[in-house]
C-alpha cells in the first residue's frame, strides 16, 4: 500500500432528528500516521482500520463480523467505492435474510502517488468506462466505501459463513465491474424473491408511504436524503438500487430504525462526482427513487422480479424526460397499476419493447384507466371504435397509421387482461381472435378503396359483381389464437372477369392487387404478432395469392395435388369477411374434401410429422410445438378424429380444437374421462407455447429451457406452478399422454 492520508468523514450518532454535521478526521491504528479526532471514533474504528491495510488491491472486498452483546452482529464491509456499492451490500444481506437495524457508511480517500499516470491505470481496467464509471476529477484519489452496520441474524453464524458471504460479495462487485449494475441488480433482485417463496405469494397490498426530503443547502458538495418510511424485509436495498439504477451515488449513509420506522440519511452525488442540482435531476432523485422502492413492493408477483425493476427504471428516466411527468407520475402512484406494471414488465422484454413503441398519449390512459381492463369488447364494439378513430381524415396514410394504432393498442390491451389474471386463457384466445377478425376485416375495407376507384368493381358474366372471401384457417379459424400466433389466410374470389371501371383488369389480376395492398396496410409489429401468412393456399408460393373457387374445388378434391396435412389444416377453415354469397359455396367444396370417403393417408402424416422432427427440433430439447408427444401430435389426432367421425356426423365437423374434443365426447366416440385428459394436455401445451412465445416475443423458438436454469424457473412461475419440479412433472405426463395417442392411430 502506497503510503497516504485516508478522509473520513464521521456521522453523527442520531436521535429522533437527523443530525446533517459531518467532520472530517484523520484514521490511525497501531501505526504512528495514523490519528484520531475523538475518542468516540477512535473506539468505533480502530479495531478495523487494518482493513484498509490489506495487500493493494483496489478491487478487494474485506468482511469483519463479530457477535455484539445484544444478540446481534457487528458487522464491517470495507469494498471499492463504486456507484451502486451500498446497494450491493444491503442487497445481499437482505437474500441471506440479514436486518441492517443500524449503521454508519463512509466514504475515505487517499491521495495516489506514484509514477502511473490515469491513462495507464485506466488501460489497466482500475476504471470502468460507461455510466456507473469512475468519474475523471475522482482518478487522483483511490476510494473505499467503509460500512459498519449492527446486524440481526435469523441463523446460527460463523466466522467461515461470514468468509462466504465475503465471497459472494466479492463476486457481485466483480460481475458488476464486467456487466454493470444492472445485471447485479437482476441476480439480486430473483434471488431475493424467488428463494423468499412466503413474499412471492403474499398479496400486493396498497402503497405504503415512503417520505424523501431533500437538502440542497447545508451542504457545497453533496446533496443530503432523508428518507422516513415503514421498516419491512429488503427497505434499505430497494431504496438504494432505486438511487443507483437512477445514476446517484451515495457517499455517506446514517441508516437508523426507530420504533418501526426507518429514518436513513444519504450523503449523494453524481456520477461525475457533483451535486444534485439540476431540476430534471432532483425530480428523479424525490419522485423517481419513491416510485421505484414503492414498485418493488410489487414485484414478488412478477414472473421476472430483476426484469419488471429494470424495464421499470427505465419507465421512470423516460418518463422524467417528459414536460408533462408529473401527470404521469400521478398515473403511477396507484398500486393497481403498479401491479400491472410488475405482471407486464416482468413478463417479457419485447412486450415493454412494444410498450414503449406506443405514443405516449396513448400509453398512460391505457395503465391508468387499469377498470378498463376488466371487461371484454365484443366484435360490434371493436368495428364501431376502429371505424370512429378512422373518421379524422380522408387521407389514406393517415388511416392506414391509425388502423395499425388501433390494432396494436388492443392487443396490447388483451394481453394485459391475460398477463394480469383477468381472463384465462380460453376467453384471451376468444378475444385475440375477435380483434383478428375485426383487423382483417377493416384492412379489407381500407385496401379496396382505391382499388375500386381506379379499377371499378370485379364483375362476372351477366353483368353481376363477383363475390369473394376470406377464410380464416389455423388458430384464427379455430377461434384459439394466442401470444404471436400468426394469421393464416385464404382468398377465394368466384370466377374470371374484367372489372368495370375504365382503367379496366382481369378479375384475378384485381384480387391479387387486392392481397398485396392489404399486406401492405396490414403492418406487424413483432415477427409472428398479428403476421399474414397466406401459405395455405393452391400451390403454396407457386400459386396466385387469390384462387378462383374453381381452382379451390380442383386442388383440394381427392384427384388434386393436396398434401394430406392441408386435409388436416383444412377443418379449421373459416370464413370470416367479404362480399356476395360465395361463403357457403367454399366451405361446402371444403367439406367435400375434408370428409369425403376417402380414406386418411396416416404413414403421409407420419412422414410429415418424422421431418418435422428432424427439421425444426434441435438435438436432445423438447419443442412443445413439434417434439414427440408436443402439440402437433394433440391437434393432428384430434383433426383426423373429427375427419372419421365427421364423414356421417356434422355435429364435429367445427374450427375449433376444444370444440371438436367436446363434440366427439358428446356423440359418443370418445369417453368422458378421456376427453377431459386431452383436453387438459390440449389446454397445458398451448399456455406452455404463450409463455414461451411471451418470454421470446415471436413464435419460431419454441423448445423448452433445461431444467435447472434460470429461464426454466421463471417459466415455472409464468406457469402459475408452485416450483420448477411440478413444471418438469406436467411437461413429463402431458407429453407422454400426447404420445400415446398420437402412437394409437392405425
Known amino acids: 500500500m502506497v503510503p497516504g492520508r485516508f478522509e473520513l468523514f464521521e456521522l453523527e450518532p442520531m436521535t429522533h432528528a437527523f443530525d446533517h454535521r459531518y467532520r472530517p478526521m484523520n484514521l490511525s491504528s497501531s501505526q504512528p500516521d495514523w490519528t484520531w479526532d475523538s475518542d468516540e471514533s477512535r473506539e468505533a474504528c480502530e479495531p478495523y482500520a487494518h482493513l484498509l491495510d490489506e495487500p493493494d488491491d483496489a478491487h478487494r472486498v474485506h468482511v469483519f463480523a463479530e457477535p455484539s452483546s445484544s444478540g446481534r452482529w457487528q458487522v464491517i464491509v470495507t469494498t471499492p467505492d463504486e456507484v451502486g456499492a451500498f446497494s450491493i451490500i444491503s442487497g445481499l444481506l437482505a437474500v441471506h435474510r440479514f436486518d441492517i437495524v443500524r449503521g454508519e457508511a463512509y466514504t475515505v480517500r487517499r491521495e495516489v502517488s506514484g509514477s502511473e499516470t490515469i491513462g495507464q491505470r485506466l488501460r489497466r481496467g482500475k476504471f470502468r468506462s460507461g455510466p456507473f464509471a469512475t468519474p475523471p476529477n475522482r482518478q487522483s484519489k483511490e476510494c473505499r466505501v467503509f460500512d459498519i452496520l449492527e446486524v440481526s441474524v435469523h441463523r446460527p453464524m460463523s466466522s467461515t459463513l461470514w468468509d462466504a458471504f465475503r465471497d459472494e460479495l466479492e463476486e457481485l462487485f466483480q460481475e458488476k465491474r464486467e456487466h454493470g449494475l444492472c445485471r447485479v441488480g437482476e441476480l439480486l433482485m430473483g434471488r431475493l424473491f424467488l428463494k423468499q417463496k412466503e413474499q412471492m405469494q403474499r398479496r400486493f397490498d396498497p402503497l405504503r408511504t415512503i417520505r424523501i426530503d431533500v437538502d440542497n443547502q447545508t451542504f457545497e458538495e453533496l446533496t443530503v436524503v432523508n428518507v422516513f418510511g415503514n421498516d419491512e424485509p429488503a427497505f434499505l436495498y430497494e431504496l438504494l438500487i432505486g438511487l443507483a439504477l437512477l445514476n446517484f451515488n451515495v457517499e455517506r449513509a446514517c441508516i437508523r430504525t426507530v420504533d418501526a420506522e426507518v429514518r436513513d440519511t444519504l450523503w449523494i452525488n453524481d456520477p461525475r462526482g457533483q451535486k444534485i442540482e439540476s431540476l430534471e435531476q432532483l425530480s428523479q432523485l424525490r419522485f423517481g427513487t419513491a416510485l421505484i422502492k414503492q414498485f418493488a413492493e410489487a414485484l414478488p408477483r412478477s414472473p421476472d422480479p430483476a426484469l419488471a425493476l429494470r424495464q421499470f427504471v427505465e419507465l421512470t428516466g423516460d418518463l422524467f424526460s417528459r414536460a408533462d411527468w408529473r401527470s404521469d407520475l400521478h398515473t403511477l402512484h396507484s398500486d393497481r397499476v403498479l401491479a400491472t406494471l410488475a405482471d407486464v414488465l416482468g413478463m417479457s422484454r419485447f412486450l415493454w419493447q412494444d410498450f414503449l413503441r406506443m405514443q405516449h398519449e396513448r400509453l398512460f390512459p391505457l395503465i391508468r384507466d387499469t377498470s378498463a381492463l376488466d371487461h371484454a369488447k365484443s366484435i360490434p364494439r371493436l368495428r364501431a371504435e376502429v371505424s370512429s378513430q378512422l373518421r379524422g381524415s380522408d387521407d389514406p396514410a393517415w388511416k392506414i397509421e391509425e388502423f395499425n394504432k388501433f390494432k396494436d393498442r388492443e392487443i396490447f390491451r388483451i394481453d394485459l387482461r391475460h398477463i394480469t389474471d383477468r381472463i384465462k386463457f380460453k376467453r384471451f384466445a376468444n378475444e385475440l381472435s375477435d380483434l383478428a377478425e375485426v383487423a382483417v376485416t377493416k384492412a379489407c375495407e381500407l385496401a379496396l378503396i382505391p382499388l375500386k376507384k381506379r379499377y371499378g368493381v370485379p364483375m362476372l358474366r351477366g353483368n353481376r359483381p363477383c363475390p369473394w372471401t376470406v377464410c380464416a384457417l389455423g388458430k384464427l379459424g379455430g377461434r ?177 380444437t376444444r370444440l371438436g374434443i367436446r363434440s366427439l365426447a358428446a356423440v359418443g366416440w370418445f369417453d368422458e374421462r378421456f376427453a377431459t385428459k386431452l383436453l387438459s394436455t390440449y389446454g397445458f401445451l398451448r399456455r406452455v407455447i404463450d409463455a414461451l412465445r411471451v418470454v421470446r416475443g415471436h413464435a419460431k423458438d419454441l423448445t423448452v429451457p433445461p431444467n435447472g436454469t434460470r429461464e426454466f424457473c421463471y417459466l415455472a412461475r409464468r406457469m402459475k406452478l408452485e416450483t420448477t419440479g411440478d413444471l418438469d412433472d406436467a411437461i413429463k405426463r402431458h407429453s407422454d399422454f400426447a404420445s400415446s395417442v398420437w402412437s394409437s392411430l392405425r
Not at 373429427?642 to 364423414?647: H, K, L
Request: with cysteine.
Open 480 to 656: 384459439e389464437m394466442g401470444f404471436a400466433s400468426d394469421i393464416e389466410l385464404l382468398f377465394v374470389f368466384e370466377d374470371h372477369g374484367m372489372t368495370s371501371g375504365p382503367e379496366s383488369i382481369s378479375n384475378t389480376e384485381f384480387f391479387e392487387r387486392l392481397t398485396n395492398e392489404f399486406l401492405r396496410i396490414f403492418r406487424t409489429a413483432r415477427d409472428g404478432i398479428f403476421e399474414i401468412d397466406l401459405r395455405l393456399r393452391p400451390f403454396g408460393r407457386g400459386g396466385h395469392q387469390a384462387c378462383t373457387l374453381k381452382i379451390f374445388r380442383e386442388y383440394f378434391s381427392s384427384s388434386g395435388p393436396s398434401e394430406q396435412f392441408e386435409r388436416l389444416a383444412l377443418v379449421k377453415l373459416r370464413a370470416i369477411t367479404g362480399e356476395g354469397s360465395i361463403r357457403r359455396d367454399v366451405e361446402q367444396a371444403r367439406d367435400e374434401f375434408v370428409y369425403g370417403a376417402e380414406p386418411i393417408d396416416y404413414d403421409n402424416i407420419r412422414q410429415l410429422r418424422y421431418m418435422q422432427m428432424r427439421q425444426l427440433v434441435p438435438d436432445g430439447m423438447y419443442s412443445a410445438k413439434h417434439s414427440p408427444g408436443s402439440l402437433v401430435d394433440v391437434e393432428y389426432y384430434v383433426q383426423s378424429q373429427q375427419i372419421e367421425v365427421g364423414r356421417r356426423d356434422h355435429s364435429v365437423r367445427l374450427p375449433s
